[in-house]
């Protein structure tokens, strides 16, 4: 099984913050090299220029024999790809077929297509590192994760001995992509799937970036979940911008031909806001920037049901974060009022995992959930 270095520190490749960051993302993971980033980032103007660089990365990488490097700037290239390009496709296809048959051919990976709603959700298991496993470590992403781009967090639990299964529930991945399955609030549906499907009755569930906030949703319904672990957390969609932009966007949601009128002159403005509206439209497999809006309302904290989450409890928070200011985690802490044990961690900027999700530091945070699993075992 694969074990991964994980470099310390966020780097300003790029000075348009969302191309920064995802090309700090996969680097922080420990999927790409960090002079490939600076080479990148200076051909890289605009988002147009994106999906041709990180394609010609992903070759020039393979030429040399890097096909850990390949195989994510191919994922990396299918991410800003837009929904309509049918590149898109392909290059998930392509980052798939590599990531499986081979970068990590040779490992022990267990795939499995799970029934869900005449369809399928994808899955994958790491039995851990010796025959008697700690326990079981389930663990998904959020709003526009992969799977496979979490492999090297289920590799970490693996190496210390736990079984770790992952997988895609709507919205994400192959769900999405191959199964139609648009992206929705209610994540004890697919979790139950998945518990169901592996007979498992005492777990720790794992949430990332948006799966923060789907991991109490599940919770919240689920009594064979234990133990949650939520890496950056939301609470409530609507409340993450201030107050009086909160009342404005509600007003707007209902005057949608203003709506239309404002969204357009913005995403003419604004490439990378253009990008973000098509994805939320694509993920949610809606028509129109309303009804993708509208799809992201239901994140919401009476569909969350914080209140009945009884389980021991874990919240890391990055206190720069750009997707999710840092207000919405004390609110989430205070929330969850029936929760067995909160421990919470907010990172700083000299932890150096002060941003989403802890890139810049994932070691860290990966060392901070083993030990508060060593604590609640």
Not at 151 to 180: D, R, T
Not at 282 to 288: A, G, Q
Request: glycine share 6%; charged share 25%.
């Amino acid at each position: 099984m694969a074990q991964f270095d994980y470099p310390v520190g966020y780097h300003d490749f790029h000075k348009t913050k969302i191309i920064d960051y995802q090309m700090n993302r996969w680097y922080s993971m420990g999927y790409t090299r960090k002079e490939d980033m600076v080479d990148a980032a200076t051909r890289i103007k605009k988002l147009e220029d994106w999906k041709e660089e990180m394609i010609k990365q992903a070759e020039k990488a393979i030429d040399e024999k890097r096909i850990m490097n390949g195989t994510f700037y191919y994922r990396a290239a299918e991410f800003f790809t837009h929904p309509n390009d049918p590149d898109k496709l392909r290059l998930y296809d392509t980052f798939i077929e590599m990531f499986y048959n081979d970068l990590f051919v040779e490992h022990d990976i267990e795939r499995y297509n799970i029934p869900y709603e005449n369809v399928y959700l994808p899955a994958m298991r790491l039995p851990s590192n010796n025959k008697n496993a700690r326990g079981t470590i389930v663990i998904h992403g959020g709003f526009d994760s992969f799977m496979e781009e979490l492999y090297s967090m289920a590799s970490y639990f693996a190496h210390l001995n736990y079984e770790v299964i992952l997988f895609e529930g709507p919205g994400q991945g192959g769900a999405l992509k191959k199964s139609g399955l648009a992206l929705s609030y209610e994540w004890e549906k697919p979790t139950k799937a998945v518990l169901d499907y592996f007979k498992l009755n005492d777990v720790t569930l794992l949430g990332v970036s948006m799966g923060g906030w789907l991991c109490f949703r599940a919770a919240a319904h689920e009594q064979r979940i234990k133990r949650v672990i939520a890496l950056s957390i939301a609470y409530d969609y609507m409340k993450i911008p201030p107050p009086i932009i909160e009342k404005f966007a509600l007003w707007l949601f209902k005057h949608p031909k203003l709506m239309y009128w404002m969204a357009d002159v913005k995403m003419k403005m604004m490439p990378q806001e253009k990008w973000g509206t098509d994805n939320l439209m694509y993920i949610t497999k809606t028509d129109t920037p309303l009804d993708g809006g509208m799809a992201l309302l239901e994140f919401n904290a009476a569909h969350l049901k914080s209140g009945h989450v009884t389980q021991d409890v874990l919240i890391l928070t990055g206190s720069e974060d750009h997707f999710i200011p840092l207000k919405m985690h004390d609110i989430q802490v205070k929330a969850l009022t029936n929760a067995k044990s909160i421990t919470e961690r907010i990172f700083t900027r000299d932890d150096h995992a002060h941003n989403h999700c802890q890139v810049g530091n994932f070691s860290l945070a990966l060392r901070v959930m083993a030990n508060w699993l060593n604590e609640k075992e």
